[in-house]
């Protein structure tokens, strides 16, 4: 692996992040017309049919056991991750969504705690009560604009799902360092479709022609978005690459009121400054270990 700065590891992580985001755009829209079943189905069947046409091609190595072990886990984590989080994004604004989904770091924070028998500190606490309450802050906007129960529980999905996502950026640091940026994208696109393909009998339908361009450009963009994460995470550690998640916002800002008119709402703007400043907080901790991670799991 040849080595890189922590600031082209972070430029390279930006360029992920506004890869995903316009994507979550993407995929807002065709949520909306057909479902985030279907969507996701179709998105991820055609990143698997471009991951593999790309790795096959190059004559890339099977993944060995360990890697092939954490592709399946965080394949499958992400199918039931992304189905919660695109059926929500499909019942809020985009930046909404995508600021609720910023609570992920500081779950994370538990979750490492949890798997390592460390002892919570006073300032873990803190940060946690912060950023919960900057969720609270976004849930009363959204009360006040009286977008309706089907918003509330978009929003309650968007949790659940930055709930799974916790666990998410604990594998994602651990799968970058035993695969490379195609084997990454290719097995989670594949194993992502297979899980979706399951229920395909009873809840797939058929694409119309307006709307492959978008499953198309979706599953190019979560394709490429997922080599520049994986590029940026194999080559700097988690705890400098956390800030740049918060750009997200800034796109599903622009985009949401671009393609859907969806204006930033100021409860959204306060709850979001208040849960990113607790994961900035939050990551001033003494750094964790891959090494104790990998034991501990």
Known sequence: MKPASTATAFGVA??????FSTMDALMKGLSIEMGAYNALLWRTMAGALIGGAVFFARRS??????AARIHLLRGVLSAGMAILFFWGLARVPLAQGVALSFVAPLIA??????????KIERQAIFTSLLGFAGVLVILSGQARTDLGPEA???ALAILASAGLYAYNIILMRQQALVAKPLEVAFFMSLIMSTCFLIAAPVLATLPTAPQMPALVGAAFL???????????????EAQHLAPVEYTAFIWASILGLIVFS???RPMTLI???MIVAACIIATR?????IAEMEAAL
């Open 14 to 19: 930006s360029l992920g992040i506004a890869a």
């Open 61 to 66: 190595p099977w993944p060995g056991r360990e």
């Open 109 to 118: 924070l538990y979750l490492a705690a949890w798997l390592l028998k460390e």
């Open 152 to 154: 509330f529980r978009g």
């Open 222 to 236: 979560a394709f490429i978005s997922l080599m520049l994460l994986s590029w940026a995470y194999a080559r700097a």
């Open 262 to 264: 969806e204006p930033v």
């Open 271 to 273: 709850g979001a400054g």
């Open 285 to 289: 901790r003494k750094p964790v270990s």
